[in-house]
């Protein structure tokens, strides 16, 4: 996933919970979702034979490529699970309703 400029990582996300192994950008959203090595790749966009190299290595380490879709899901379920995103939202209105007073 060689882009740029992606805020969130929606793709990292769905490779994630469909247990596919990550190479992405070590820019934007996807670097702060990615544990290089744990639950994927990162490699500079700028660099094309670091990006070919991670690529080649996913595909032909079955054990590593094994490893990082392991610590993608765990990542994805650690982070944005339903449980997880439930509650992270239950927690925001509670701290709304906590500065307003709790008015109905």
């Known amino acids: 996933a060689p882009s740029r400029h992606e805020p969130l990582g929606?793709?990292?996300?769905?490779?994630?919970?469909?247990?596919?192994?990550m190479v992405a950008s070590?820019?934007?959203?996807?670097?702060?979702?990615?544990?290089?090595?744990?639950?994927?790749?990162?490699?500079?966009?700028?660099?094309?034979?670091?990006?070919?190299?991670a690529v080649t290595r996913v595909l032909t380490d079955k054990q590593l490529a094994k490893q990082l879709a392991a610590g993608g899901r765990q990542a994805f379920d650690a982070k944005f699970s339903e449980a997880q995103v439930v509650a992270a939202y239950v927690n925001y209105y509670a701290k709304i309703a906590k500065r307003s007073g709790g008015h109905d």
Not at 26 to 53: Q, W
């Open 10 to 21: 929606n793709m990292v996300l769905d490779a994630w919970v469909h247990g596919v192994p």
């Open 26 to 53: 070590n820019t934007g959203g996807m670097a702060g979702l990615i544990e290089d090595g744990v639950s994927g790749l990162l490699v500079s966009p700028e660099r094309a034979t670091k990006l070919a190299a």
